[in-house]
């Protein structure tokens, strides 16, 4: 087969990230984050915006260093065109133009939401792929989403959350209890000596396959003040269980409608991905039904969180099928799968 090197530029939220890759095979990924946001509890767009702009000069240059290629050599360059912050998409999007104008090679958009699932099929270490068709399920700080995916370019979403990702529910809970931002990770541990059923707090109810999280949070809200009130030491003194039973919870919310899109779809391969997929709640939970037949997949961690190696492999498989677009493509904070 024909080589290709393809770099790839993600700038959807706030990390600016590079990635050059040799086919699927991931040559080079860099990932620069914006610990500016913390301190404000969330993501500030106007801050991340400026973040990449200082930062994707030094990424990309680290990206070709460490890959040992000079951008003469490449073949293509990528970037995701949206969904995500406009002005943090733009920064991504122009550079990835004038890049490709300037070394005349095609340039192909990517689809954030595609690159997260097509980061299953990233050659590493020869782990097994998944098969076509398989549900994919993508979680983090953003999204919540089930995807039916037939081909690499041929997904169907048949179910997303309503109002608040996965991850934000971990991280506005995790905010109510006066932890740091994010909380899924400290939550995470904290639950691992805790009482997963000490404290039941409510599933919310959405319709078919899709999700609802903002209930949950209110819930966790008025139980937390309640409960204070009477105790002022509340938090301090059931912390573990708290956090143990908010995981629960979660993970039983999502495992609800994934049981219902395998029953409905009959396809029992679950691929994962997403931030929140580092969840060990999630994954023992994941592995334990490997036993009722599912097939599931989890990608290494570099590439369920944000990257831009995710971006190059979706790329890649455009570029194989003489995919590519043209310079008036813009930037698509909304843009729908
Ligand atoms: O994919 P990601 O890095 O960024 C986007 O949101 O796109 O995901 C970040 C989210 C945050 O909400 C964070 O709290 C959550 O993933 N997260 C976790 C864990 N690690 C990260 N949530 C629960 N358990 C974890 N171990
Ligand atoms: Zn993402």
């Known amino acids: 087969t024909q080589i290709s090197y393809i770099l790839a530029i993600e700038s959807s939220c706030d990390d600016t990230a590079c990635a ?12 620069a984050g914006q610990e500016i946001h913390e301190k404000y509890g969330g993501v500030v767009p106007e801050l991340a915006s400026r973040a990449h702009q200082s930062h994707i000069v030094p990424v990309v240059d680290q990206a070709l260093k460490e890959a040992g290629i000079k951008k003469e050599e490449l073949s293509a360059i990528s970037f995701t065109r949206g969904p995500g912050l406009m002005g943090s998409l733009l920064v991504g999007t122009s550079f990835a133009k004038s890049l490709a104008l ?11 939401m595609h690159g997260h699932i097509l980061a299953h099929f990233i050659d590493s270490n020869d782990q097994p792929k998944p098969e076509f068709p398989f549900l994919a399920v993508t979680i983090s700080g953003g999204h919540t989403q089930i995807v039916k995916v037939t081909d690499f370019h041929e997904m169907e979403v048949i179910g997303t959350t309503q109002d608040d990702a996965i991850g934000e529910a971990f991280d506005k809970s995790g905010k109510i209890l006066g932890l740091g931002y994010p909380a899924g990770p400290q939550i995470d541990k904290l639950a691992k000596s805790g009482d997963p059923l000490k404290f039941p707090f409510p599933v919310p109810k959405a319709p078919e396959l899709n999700y609802s999280f903002s209930g949950f949070k209110t819930a966790v809200l008025y139980f937390i003040q309640r409960e204070v009130k009477k105790q002022p030491d509340f938090i301090e003194k059931n912390l573990n269980d708290i956090c143990a039973s908010i995981q629960h919870t979660l993970i039983k919310i999502l495992f609800q409608k994934i049981e219902k899109a395998i029953l409905q779809t009959g396809i029992k391969t679950v691929a994962i991905g997403g931030g929140v997929s580092a969840n060990s709640g999630i994954r023992s939970k994941l592995h334990s039904y490997k036993n009722h037949g599912w097939s599931v997949f989890i ?18 498989y455009k570029f194989k099928a003489g995919y590519s677009v043209g310079m008036e493509t813009t930037a698509a904070p909304r843009i729908q799968m």
């Open 299 to 316: 990608p290494p961690f570099e590439y369920t969180t944000d990257n831009a190696a995710m971006i190059g492999i979706s790329a890649y």
């Open 102 to 112: 300037a070394l005349d090679i095609p340039l192909i958009d990517v689809h954030h």
């Open 20 to 31: 050059v890759l040799k086919n699927d095979e991931v040559l080079s990924n860099v990932v």
